[in-house]
């Protein structure tokens, strides 16, 4: 079943799909079923890297990856952060040579954030 949300990953081309409605069946893509992404936080290895650290003053939020740097280099690199509060989601991607951070501006309330490594895969951090 495809959960809302959930993010999923083809092991053939690399499509990378974020379930919008939940269905009942698998996805599929290149003729084979896409892989769940597991969502990996804190005690994992590698997790002082990946978890996304998070601040807030007033609205703006500012999110880190990893307490220390995540690298940012063809190959090896945070191609997204994610911020879902209040129902909503907001994303910012990110490239080579970049600083591995994003800044958001939201409301009150309980946050997932998530960030997603090329080769490491999905951290998240409830904050809030």
């Not at 703006?60 to 063809?74: I, L, T």
């Not at 990110?94 to 409301?107: I, N, Q, T, Y």
């Not at 997932?112 to 895969?121: E, N, T």
């Amino acid at each position: 079943m495809a959960e809302l949300r959930r993010i999923c990953k083809c092991n053939v081309c690399g499509n990378i799909v974020v379930v919008l409605h939940a269905g009942v069946d698998k996805l599929v893509c290149c003729g084979q079923p896409m892989q769940l992404i597991e969502e990996r936080g804190e005690g994992v290895e590698g997790w002082e890297k990946h978890v996304p650290v998070v601040g807030r003053v007033g609205d703006e939020v500012k999110v880190k990856v990893g307490s220390v740097a995540h690298p940012m280099e063809e190959g090896h690199f945070i191609e997204w952060v994610e911020l879902e509060t209040n129902g909503q989601a907001c994303k910012v991607f990110l490239k080579p040579g970049m600083d591995p951070e994003a800044s958001f501006r939201v409301g009150g309330g309980k946050m997932i954030v998530k960030a997603y490594c090329d080769l490491h895969g999905l951290w998240v951090k409830e904050s809030g």
